[in-house]
């Protein structure tokens, strides 16, 4: 369709009916005229529908996006070009459009090139309905489209890198949880049990200390190309770390598959593997657990195959074992602890401790992050990795949550009292996100302690961010636009999309130290800290790396514009009579002038 002929005094008169909604609707060949002026704009195609979703108008670049001339696109209908699984998605949007749902509306599809269902490209489309009355004969369809196949293939690898092991390409441990969580959600529908095991290998350190790590970590590639090859189709192979392995058998109904999955894996590595001219054997130990006798959650789940494992080293190794309760002597133990965190929880019995966040422009201390501590009688000092678990199971995470943050809080107060404009980050979990009067609660907290929310920040981990509902992000953006930062704790632990961080109100991520501990020195190519960085930064997010402990790490990450740091190379987490001595001394900005001046 040309717009040739079209007189310029009517393209000026559409556009003001086409903006102000006066007049009547411009003809479809004015439309065109117009649309030709922003082909070459921002969007890489431009069409115009009429309300059964018919091409009226097609850019002439349709060719590089369909595989079709304009001309031919023309008189087709839009889901024709759409992938056939993708059709319902463009189906719906149109139909909210000419129903009046909505006047305009963005999508992420995938065209199909013509005369080839296997071929697509990831495009975004955005629709808007263009009208100056009701009559459904004189609306069209404006869309717009935009070429995202780099977008979606780089996410594509992010999302590859953060569900699976570097080294051996295998699913990493929180995706592997994940696998396990969807496994018993389905098996809780079908009433079926199934087998999940943990392994490891019995002689792995000798190898590592006497041949070395990169012998070790070749040895452990091997391990997983053999054990890939030979799992059914069905089953999920993970390494959890180090030399520790899990393996989920959806399908394995009963103990029998079970045992024979075990029989198998020592059978498998048993034969020598050959590694740059050794010739090495593992032995291995292997737990056996079912659901839902076992644990009726993963991380029940995976503990009993743990417990099991551990039950074969204690009795000669190199063997597998079933989970039996006789095996959790410490039960009752952990029984005795949970009212014991009760207790403390109740009499305020546990501490905070606080890690400064530092600038690594300037080495200011910029803020700190509260960690819970508990000073057990028996037991000591223990960090949360001993408690949190317990408190999770025995619902008192969100009691944690706030006890936590009032403490911090009213601590942080003080300090500004003597002149330190910093900051306090906070955890806060999904279980206290999902309580109704979350808001108003963190509301009057900040209003009762006398706390800016512009000096507050509430992270989140990933697994809070992905599972989270309508009613947390409502929750969470009423909280943003008050003034509280709200940061996705530990970015980069595996789970599987990216999309929480353009449609949650995040203000900024950390970047887990398990990526940061990657980077060796200030050359480094640790691309997964490159792409998150970029990612964040794209977004306007502002970036703590977490774990920093070497100059060459400060130093790399100062270079790729990393806004904030945490890590022992600056100071451990500090009791808060330490941590006032910490920020009085200023020591962090006179180990950044000592060793990082140049940086």
């Avoid at 489209?145 to 051996?168: C, G, M, P």
């Avoid at 408190?391 to 107060?413: H, N, P």
């Amino acid at each position: 369709m040309s717009a040739e002929g079209i007189d310029a005094h009517d393209l000026a008169i559409a556009v003001n009916q086409l903006t102000t909604g006066g007049g009547t609707l411009p003809s479809t060949d004015i439309y065109a005229s117009l649309l030709q002026c922003a082909v070459g704009s921002t969007f890489d195609l431009i069409l115009l529908l009429d309300v059964q979703g018919h091409i009226r108008y097609c850019s002439q670049n349709s060719y590089e996006l369909v595989g079709l001339p304009d001309k031919q696109a023309v008189g087709k209908s839009l889901r024709e070009l759409i992938y056939p699984t993708d059709r319902s998605i463009v189906d719906e949007l149109l139909a909210e459009l000419v129903e009046g749902i909505q006047t305009a509306a963005k999508v992420d599809v995938r065209l199909r090139s013509e005369g080839d269902d296997e071929q697509f490209l990831w495009v975004q489309i955005s629709a808007t309905v263009m009208s100056n009355n009701d009559s459904s004969d004189s609306r069209a369809i404006y869309v717009a489209v935009k070429d995202i196949s780099q977008v979606k293939h780089a996410e594509a690898q992010i999302q590859y890198q953060l569900s699976h092991d570097n080294l051996t390409g295998l699913m990493n441990r929180v995706q592997f949880i994940s696998e396990v969580d969807a496994a018993i959600a389905a098996a809780n529908i079908d009433q079926q049990p199934f087998m999940l095991l943990f392994f490891d290998l019995d002689r792995f350190k000798i190898i590592n200390d006497s041949l070395g790590h990169d012998i070790g970590d070749r040895l452990l590639q091997a391990i997983a190309q053999r054990l890939a090859g030979a799992i059914d189709v069905s089953g999920v192979l993970a390494r959890f770390g180090g030399d520790e392995f899990g393996l989920l058998l959806p399908n394995a109904h009963s103990f029998q598959l079970g045992q024979q999955a075990c029989e198998k894996i020592l059978f498998l590595l048993s034969e020598p593997f050959s590694i740059e001219g050794y010739e090495l054997s593992v032995d291995t130990s292997v737990g056996l657990a079912k659901f839902p006798d076992h644990g009726s959650s993963s991380v029940a789940l995976v503990q009993s195959a743990d417990i099991a494992m551990y039950h074969v080293k204690e009795n000669g190794k190199n063997n597998y074992a079933i989970f039996d309760a006789s095996m959790n002597k410490d039960r009752f133990a952990q029984i005795q602890l949970e009212q014991e965190l009760r207790r403390a929880l109740a009499k305020g019995e546990l501490e905070v401790y606080y890690q400064p966040v530092v600038s690594l422009v300037g080495g200011e201390i910029m803020g700190v992050e509260a960690l819970a501590r508990w000073n057990h009688k028996r037991l000591g000092l223990m960090e949360p990795g001993g408690f949190l678990d317990l408190a999770e199971e025995a619902g008192l995470v969100a009691d944690l949550d706030s006890f936590v943050q009032r403490k911090a809080m009213q601590q942080v107060i003080q300090w500004h009292a003597l002149g330190h404009d910093i900051f306090v980050s906070v955890n806060t979990s999904a279980a206290q996100l999902n309580q109704e009067a979350f808001t108003a609660s963190f509301e009057a907290m900040l209003s009762e302690v006398g706390m800016a929310p512009s000096k507050v920040k509430l992270e989140l981990t990933e697994k809070t961010l992905i599972k989270s509902k309508q009613f947390i992000v409502d929750q969470l953006s009423y909280l943003r636009d008050l003034g509280v930062g709200i940061a996705a704790d530990d970015f980069g632990t595996g789970y599987s999309s990216l999309a929480y961080l353009r449609d949650f109100p995040l203000t900024s991520l950390k970047i887990d130290q398990s990526f940061v501990r990657d980077i060796k020195d200030e050359n480094d190519t640790a691309s997964l800290v490159d792409a998150i960085l970029a990612v964040a930064h794209g977004l306007g997010l502002s970036v703590v790396a977490e774990g920093v402990e070497t100059v060459a790490q400060i130093r790399y990450l100062l270079a790729r514009d990393c806004d904030e740091a945490q890590g022992y190379i600056f100071s451990a987490p500090l009791s808060a009579q330490d941590m006032q001595a910490f920020l009085a001394n200023n020591r962090a900005k006179n180990l950044r002038q000592e060793n990082f001046s140049d940086a």
